[in-house]
């Protein structure tokens, strides 16, 4: 009975001892953190994870009803563009929660709060980089002295701009210094710069275009043993430019600094220059009737441009080696190639009209043999074959 007893005394003190036991790992077992206050924040955070969807659309719900009692359209841009950044903002605050539900004291709350420092600063600077390209359709007034390529460049250098700082406050808010990094990539910068001297070339060129107005995407050009086509994009290295075999050609910007360019999409008219050659037996009265019947057709045209707005001539030029040749020289109002094609085609067979109209004909190279007076003449006798002529020849 008694070693009964002793196995029934010893039981509280054995429960008591496992009870301790489970209080000490409740306590310190989680990362040396209270269980509990563990659980607790990691189901605030993970809470903040799942309903972040809903409250970010509920801010954005609310923004847009306020942004839509505006006339404006500027502010609904911009909400929509902080739609991402938005989505994050309840998961900074439950991280917030969290780290002083942990009450981790000293050191670790020291780094939680910096944690949630630099959450709060990559927020603030994602916004403002979203922002950037809402913002660009502000500057629509200043059309006149900005062109649209002008501005796309703006928006992206406030983008890369708004990225380098936001990386500076993050590395700021863990105590790194910044003045340190930027001197040396000062010196790595001078080191890489003797061997990126064209990269910086074609950006200072790139710049020159822009103020210049040389061309704008959209815009027909050709340099001359370099590239023709259409201009597409306009970046800070290169500019693409395609060809009109729908082939894309990426030319450095210092070529189109350097070199003449011919902007073909900034022609006030489009010019149509032909000779056109005569027989020389063409009367002077005749050569005098498709002068003027083209004139009076170059000036009631009405998609043809008149003096003086252009100079438009149809006069006897040069005598040719085998043609009288008139000078045709006008314009057309419209630059379109297609267009042009069609007044070209149209005029060209006017002329063959009024050409032959006027009982003359268009004269085309040939070559005229003259014989002296008393040369000798082989002519061969009309009823003799050819095996005769050929045997009579031979016996001389």
């Known amino acids: 009975m008694s070693s009964a007893s002793s196995v029934t005394d010893s039981m509280p003190e054995q429960v008591q001892e496992l009870w301790g036991i489970v209080m000490e790992v409740w306590q310190t077992s989680f990362l040396g953190i209270n269980v509990g206050q563990g659980v607790a924040a990691l189901a605030v955070l993970v809470l903040g994870v799942l309903v972040r969807g809903l409250i970010a659309k509920w801010l954005m719900g609310t923004l847009r009803r306020i ?71 502000a500057l629509e007034a200043l059309r006149g002295a900005l062109t649209p390529v002008m501005i796309d460049w703006l928006t992206k250098s406030l983008r890369i701009v708004f990225i380098i700082v936001g990386a500076a406050a993050v590395l700021q808010v863990w105590d790194i210094p910044v003045a340190g990094i930027v001197a040396g990539l000062g010196l790595f ?30 815009d027909w050009i050709r340099v001359d043993g370099v590239v023709e086509g259409t201009v597409e994009e306009i970046n800070f290295r290169s500019t693409v430019v ?70 438009t001539f149809m006069r006897v030029d040069a005598f040719g080696p085998s043609s009288i040749d008139f000078l045709l020289y006008c314009f057309t109002k419209t630059t379109n190639w297609g267009e042009w094609l069609s007044l070209k085609e149209e005029l060209a067979i006017f002329l063959k009209e009024t050409v032959e109209g006027a009982g003359a004909e268009f004269a085309f190279p040939s070559s005229s043999v003259y014989l002296e007076p008393g040369a000798d003449v082989f002519q061969p006798p009309a009823d003799a074959s050819a ?10």
């Open 189 to 218: 910068g001078v080191a890489i710069g003797l061997g990126a001297q064209d990269l910086f070339k074609n950006l200072i060129s790139g710049i020159l275009i822009l103020t210049e107005k040389r061309f704008l995407p959209g």
């Open 67 to 137: 942004a839509g009692r505006s006339e404006t359209k500027l502010d609904d841009a911009v909400i929509a563009a902080l739609e991402g950044p938005m989505k994050m903002v309840p998961t900074v605050i439950a991280l917030f929660f969290a780290i002083n539900i942990l009450n981790l004291g000293g050191d670790g709350e020291l780094r939680g709060h910096q944690l949630v420092q630099s959450l709060v600063v990559i927020v603030l600077f994602w916004a403002l980089h979203n922002a950037v390209g809402p913002l660009a359709h």
């Open 242 to 311: 395609r060809r009109f075999d729908k082939g894309p050609v990426y030319v450095p910007n210092s070529k189109l600094s350097d070199n003449a360019v011919t902007n073909f999409s900034r022609m006030t008219h489009r010019r149509i220059k032909w000779a056109i050659g005569v027989r020389y037996d063409t009367t002077s009265d005749q050569l005098r009737e498709i002068r003027d019947k083209v004139l009076a057709y170059l000036d009631s045209h009405e998609a043809f441009a008149n003096p003086p707005e252009v100079s």
């Open 387 to 396: 095996s005769a002529v050929l045997a009579a020849g031979q016996a001389d």
